[in-house]
């Protein structure tokens, strides 16, 4: 947002800023509105023209794609095309609804983002209550510049980690369970997939998640924790009171964001930690629609694009439920 | 609510949240469970900070020791013996190399496609003064929330005839605008309307101001993007892998990718040589693996330290927002 030099531990919250709600537009008479109009839109001309290459960015990737969600009600032919296709309702929505795969894909998403969710968004809270009450600034300072590394490594990279270090044969981790007198484990396999899959996933992210709960604590009075030291509260008595309630508000957010993001995280990672043995439990939602698009003899586009669709509406299904909880329960929404 | 970055500049002992509680002078004593609580602490953090960095010094170690040594086990953390033959092997392949290469050319191109789009994009919605500039704003945005998923973007790319071009690598995905929203905020906290006003008394069109006065003023910001866009495209492999057939374009991430798979499928795919050789051949195919892990690994760590405080930015914006 600025350049001056700003590190996590010194971030503030700004009660109110004048940039984001947008202000009221100067030139608001009553009188000639419209010819007023006319003459700015002339002024800024130029700047119009400034803005056409990233519009043509945004009308042809982003627009486009979105446009072309309708091949999920039509019977796509590469030789008629998106808008020449014939119209098939909503057959292959319920095509995929009433298929054999519906229930284990459905079932592997859930569990699998379910698990990354219920482990993946406490930790990070831990973690940067624990951080924020280091008092050498140094072993601070350390910590997170490690922790956050792994978030700046690729997928790849992760996932060949993975590969390479729990390998059953030869992999550092398995010969340490051997010396330990344990039988190797293949960390691939249908039993330990989603343990690997999540908790690769926070050696990867937990450090960075941490921050935005860092930056809320930073907000936090000194006077309090010193006020509650004079009243003889301890440690921990100060985290619940103190830290807490002050992070509260960011945690409910982060919450509701997640619980609408559940169905589509890691469709990379998973594809990429997909093999033939695993299929059973790492067959999600994404990657089968993904298969289902491009890895048959004959691509099915709109079946394809009918499942990503299926996924993207339960997702907004259960942010809006999340959002209702949210405000109900806590008093707090997004929108 | 917002969260905003304000530091003291140029003091780097001032803390602006003050006296850190604990380290003030205080006139009370830690009490037992306080005192616990720190040490507890302290080796929490430290165990969990040598957890995240250990598979990195690993690979790196097993990268560089001596083949025999890695199959026998004997690399726990540090480099046993030096040995460089998995470099050296990825010098002298052709493939790994026009990899590398390849990556370098689309980190480039990415960076600086994504940068120029972002900024010109990011400078005009920050013109408050500008009709339609919130429609446009929610033009940006909304396409961002309802993302359409893979299909519906590799038909685009398909009718556009960049299958297997290296444009289908770099501009599908060339800008962010999450980032466009960071630049915007940019502009209109550094870029004040007065001096467009003077700029304007002076005589310089919108042309001139943004490109004499508006861009050299951003230049953090441009540099910020640029990492930030040579940094995903280094790290990016799903559209190389989705759109390119031809090997000879793929990035250093989908070659890695590919060798990792190979192994995984096929462990005995040397066939012929005696036992020795096999045994020497898979010995070296394993430290390469290793090898390209760290090559692939390596960039975005080096840069990861410059741009590490505007990530910081970047992620309580986009988080909070």
Redesign the interface.
């Known amino acids: 947002?600025?350049?001056?030099?700003?590190?996590?531990?010194?971030?503030?919250?700004?009660p109110a800023?004048p940039?984001?709600a947008?202000?009221p537009a100067?030139t608001n008479r009553p009188t000639g509105r419209w010819t007023d109009?006319g003459r700015?839109?002339k002024r800024?001309w130029?700047?119009?023209?400034?803005?056409l290459?990233?519009?043509a960015?945004?009308v042809?990737?982003?627009?486009?794609?979105?446009?072309?969600?309708q091949?999920a009600f039509r019977n796509y032919s590469p030789v008629k095309?998106?808008t020449g296709s014939d119209w098939v309702g909503a057959k292959y929505l319920i095509q995929y609804i009433t298929s054999y795969q519906f229930w284990p894909t459905l079932t592997n998403t859930l569990i699998l983002n379910g698990y990354e969710l219920l482990a993946l968004f406490p930790l990070p809270i831990v973690?940067a209550v624990?951080?924020n009450?280091?008092?050498s600034?140094a072993?601070q300072r350390?910590?997170q510049?490690?922790?956050?590394?792994?978030?700046?490594?690729?997928?790849?990279?992760v996932?060949?980690?993975i590969?390479?270090?729990f390998s059953p044969?030869?992999g550092?981790v398995n010969?340490a369970i051997t010396l330990l007198g344990g039988t190797p484990v293949d960390f691939l396999a249908p039993e330990m997939f989603r343990h690997t899959f999540v908790w690769s996933g926070a050696?990867q992210t937990?450090?960075?998640s941490a921050?935005?709960y860092l930056?809320?604590l930073?907000?936090v009075s000194?006077e309090l924790?010193?006020a509650a030291?004079?009243d003889?509260a301890?440690?921990?008595r100060r985290i619940w009171h103190i830290d807490l309630p002050a992070i509260m508000?960011?945690m409910i957010?982060?919450l509701i964001?997640n619980i609408g993001s559940v169905l589509s995280v890691g469709f990379?990672k998973v594809?990429?930690m997909q093999?033939p043995l695993n299929l059973s439990v790492s067959e999600v939602i994404?990657t089968y629609?993904?298969r289902i698009?491009?890895s048959g003899a004959i691509p099915q586009?709109s079946l394809?694009?009918a499942i990503?669709?299926f996924k993207?509406i339960i997702s907004l299904a259960l942010l809006l439920i999340a959002n209702t909880l949210a405000s109900r329960v806590a008093k707090q929404s997004l929108f | 609510?917002?969260?905003?970055?304000?530091?003291t500049?140029?003091d780097?002992d001032v803390?602006?949240?003050?006296?850190?509680?604990?380290?003030?002078p205080?006139r009370?004593r830690d009490?037992r469970?306080?005192q616990a609580?720190?040490r507890v602490?302290?080796l929490?953090?430290?165990v969990?900070?040598l957890?995240?960095?250990y598979?990195?010094v690993?690979?790196i170690s097993?990268s560089v020791s001596e083949p025999s040594a890695?199959?026998r086990?004997e690399?726990?953390l540090w480099p046993v013996g030096l040995n460089v033959d998995a470099y050296k092997a990825i010098w002298e392949s052709p493939g790994l190399v026009r990899g590398f290469a390849n990556s370098v050319a689309y980190t480039i191109a990415g960076a600086v496609i994504g940068t120029?789009?972002?900024v010109?994009?990011g400078?005009?919605l920050a013109?408050?003064?500008?009709?339609f500039r919130?429609f446009?704003t929610l033009?940006?945005l909304i396409?961002?929330m309802?993302?359409?998923?893979?299909?519906?973007?590799?038909?685009?790319v398909r009718?556009?005839g960049m299958l297997n071009t290296p444009l289908a690598v770099i501009?599908?995905?060339?800008?962010s605008?999450f980032n466009?929203l960071?630049t915007r905020?940019?502009y209109?906290?550094?870029v004040p309307n007065e001096l467009l006003e003077a700029a304007r008394v002076d005589g310089a069109?919108?042309?001139r101001f943004?490109a004499r006065i508006a861009v050299p003023l951003s230049f953090?910001?441009i540099a910020v993007n640029m990492l930030f866009y040579g940094?995903a495209q280094?790290?990016?492999?799903?559209g190389a892998f989705?759109y390119l057939n031809d090997s000879n374009l793929f990035p250093l991430?989908?070659v890695?990718?590919e060798l990792?798979t190979q192994s995984?499928?096929d462990?005995s795919q040397i066939s012929g040589a005696d036992l020795g050789e096999i045994t020497k051949k898979k010995e070296l195919f394993?430290k390469l693996?290793?090898a390209?892990?760290v090559v692939?690994?390596i960039p975005?760590?080096i840069?990861?330290?410059f741009v590490?405080?505007h990530?910081?930015?970047g992620?309580?914006?986009g988080?909070?927002?």
Do not use: C
């Open positions: 947002m600025t350049t001056t030099p700003a590190d996590t531990p010194t971030l503030q919250p700004r800023s940039n984001q947008g202000q100067r109009l700015r839109i800024h130029q700047l119009y023209v400034l803005f290459p990233p519009l960015y945004v042809i990737f982003l627009w486009g794609p979105l446009f072309g969600l091949v095309g998106i973690l624990l951080l009450t280091v008092r600034r072993y350390t910590v510049m490690v922790t956050y590394a792994p978030h700046f490594i690729s997928t790849v990279v996932v060949g980690i590969i390479m270090l044969t030869g550092v010969q050696w937990l450090g960075y921050i935005i930056a809320a930073a907000g000194p924790h010193e030291r004079v003889g301890n440690i921990l508000p960011v957010t982060l964001l990379e594809l990429l093999n994404d629609s993904y698009a491009f586009y394809g694009t990503g669709l993207s | 609510m917002t969260v905003s970055a304000t530091t500049p140029g780097p803390d602006p949240r003050g006296p850190r509680r604990g380290t003030a205080s009370i009490s469970v306080d609580f720190h602490n302290l929490v953090l430290g969990f900070t957890m995240v960095l598979p990195l690993y690979v097993a890695l199959t086990g690399v726990w120029a789009l972002t010109l994009a400078y005009v013109r408050n003064e500008l009709p919130r446009l033009f940006l396409p961002t309802l993302s359409a998923g893979i299909i519906p973007t590799y038909l685009v009718s556009l501009l599908p995905g060339a800008m605008v466009v960071i905020t940019f209109q906290m550094n069109d919108e042309f943004f953090p910001i940094v280094w790290n990016a492999w799903f989705l991430q989908l890695l990718r990792l995984q499928v462990p394993d693996k290793y390209m892990i692939a690994m975005p760590l840069a990861y330290p590490q405080k990530f910081v930015k992620a309580l914006i988080a909070v927002k």
